[in-house]
């Protein structure tokens, strides 16, 4: 299967902070990588299709860029709502894995 | 859009169990429908997809033949089939439909149905 790792597995910051989530896929996955968002409690919501692609009613504040094994995702002025946990997810070939996830906190 | 879900369910090892996901505001049969679980504290797992429109289906190894997917036009349902079932498959199981442009972006959620498997 395609392992998927991600870094950091936790972060702490604060309101208005910038902060980067790295995603790495074991083999080159090309763009096929997309990102969600959970709270406790509730499922998965997309937030970046495609590496890049901002789904619609996401805020701009998130970002998402990389190719092949290795991609970001970041958070521009992190806001209360945005705590919550992030990963990452390869959709080019079965399994379609995703990353252990980073939490992200408040400091 | 809403996808909800069969309630939770428990039991015991060796038994199966069948989970339905009822869309509401969109039809089913142009859509890819995924099935992903997650057990407790643990990160999301692919478990399946169908394309709804012509009911192709690919399914994670890791299930080893145990998982079948399936639809009902008719009922606007999905339908998740685990057997054989083991403690370790005990996990909050979501349906999740897909953009209709991108088979493997998923854009909306069921709620979760809660299995769990203990003897």
């Known amino acids: 299967d395609m392992q998927m790792t991600q870094s950091p597995s936790s972060l702490s910051a604060s309101v208005g902070d910038r902060v980067s989530i790295t995603c790495q896929a074991s083999q080159d996955i090309n763009f096929f990588l997309n990102w969600y968002q959970q709270k406790p409690g509730k499922a998965p919501k997309l937030l970046i299709s495609?590496?890049?692609h901002l789904e619609t009613g996401v805020p701009s504040r998130f970002s998402g860029g990389g190719s092949g094994t290795r991609f970001t995702l970041t958070i521009t002025s992190l806001q209360p709502e945005d705590f919550a946990t992030y990963y990452c997810q390869q959709f080019d070939v079965a399994p379609y894995t995703f990353g252990p996830g980073t939490k992200v906190d408040i400091k | 859009v809403q996808l909800v879900q069969s309630g939770a369910e428990v039991k015991r090892p060796g038994a199966s169990v069948r989970i339905s996901c009822k869309a509401s505001g969109s039809g089913l049969t142009n859509f890819a429908f995924h099935w992903v679980r997650q057990a407790p504290g643990q990160r999301p797992e692919w478990v399946a997809w169908i394309n709804a429109g012509n009911g192709a289906t690919k399914y994670s190894q890791t299930f080893q033949g145990r998982v079948t997917i399936s639809t009902d036009t008719s009922a606007n349902t999905v339908y998740m089939d685990l057997s054989n079932l083991r403690p370790e498959d005990t996990a909050v199981y979501y349906c999740?439909?897909?953009?209709?442009?991108?088979?493997?972006?998923?854009?909306?959620w069921g709620q979760g149905t809660p299995v769990a498997v203990s003897s």
């Open positions: 495609d590496v890049s």
């Open positions: 999740a439909r897909a953009k209709s442009d991108r088979r493997f972006s998923l854009e909306y």
